[in-house]
Antibody
Framework: EVKFVQSGSELRRPGESLKISCETS????????IVWVRQMPGKGLEWMGI????????RYSPSFAGQVTMSADRSISTAFLQWESLEASDTAIYYC?????????????WGQGTVVTVSS | QSPLTQPASVSGSPGQSITISCTGT?????????VSWYQHHPDRAPKLILY???QRPSGVSDRFSGSKSGNTASLTISGLQPEDESDYYC??????????FGTGTKVTV
């Protein structure tokens, strides 16, 4: 059974750093892309970027390039999303999902989401 | 990359059919046959309901169907049921291994 389990809710102050995780199981982790998706309060889904754990190739949406860093640890089948200096506008729910590729991508298994709140 | 345009809301009665449009550009929806659709209930993980325009994953009801014409993809829900009440998002390949989501549509039954 494929499972995606994300780390718990986080409350941080502006300027602080943060790393959230997406632990996977039930499939061959290195062989599938992992996507990160943001949902700001009351807003829609936004595609942040995608990482291929097999070689750590990362493609960022232009809107998020330089704002976040995606990484993966094949030894623990876990993907990560991190910020060096949070802003209040980073307050959102962040989802990870497995990306299947048929040239384009689609996302078949999702984590439950991590709520990140940035407030002074 | 600008989000794909979807109607903010669509409503229908039980048993009816509704269609949700997803309009992009010649650089995303119009350029590729790689549009997927997701059902998203608040406080739950999104669920894949269609991929590659019209392909249904195993376990997804055949009441969900998809199509594309030019720069616009569409999701049709036939035989509307109360449990279909949710938010729906399209997502298109946009080149360079990147994707873009639609603005989302709230379906009311």
């Amino acid at each position: 059974e494929v499972k995606f389990v994300q780390s718990g809710s986080e409350l941080r102050r502006p300027g602080e750093s943060l790393k959230i995780s997406c632990e996977t199981s039930g499939y061959n982790f290195p062989n599938y892309w992992i996507v990160w998706v943001r949902q700001m309060p009351g807003k829609g889904l936004e595609w942040m970027g995608i990482i291929y754990p097999g070689d750590s190739d990362v493609r960022y949406s232009p809107s998020f390039a330089g704002q976040v860093t995606m990484s993966a640890d094949r030894s623990i089948s876990t993907a990560f999303l991190q910020w060096e200096s949070l802003e209040a506008s980073d307050t959102a729910i962040y989802y990870c999902a497995r990306a299947r590729s048929s040239f384009g991508f689609y996302f078949d298994f999702w984590g439950q989401g991590t709520v990140v709140t940035v407030s002074s | 990359q600008s989000p794909l345009t979807q109607p903010a809301s669509v409503s229908g009665s039980p048993g009816q059919s509704i269609t949700i449009s997803c309009t992009g550009t010649s650089s995303d929806v119009g350029a590729y046959n790689y549009v997927s659709w997701y059902q998203h209930h608040p406080d739950r993980a999104p669920k894949l309901i269609l991929y590659d325009i019209s392909q249904r994953p195993s376990g997804v009801s055949d009441r969900f169907s998809g199509s594309k014409s030019g720069n616009t993809a569409s999701l049709t829900i036939s035989g509307l049921q109360p449990e279909d009440e949710s938010d729906y998002y399209c997502c298109s390949y946009a080149g360079g291994s990147t994707e873009v989501f639609g603005t989302g549509t709230k379906v009311t039954v």
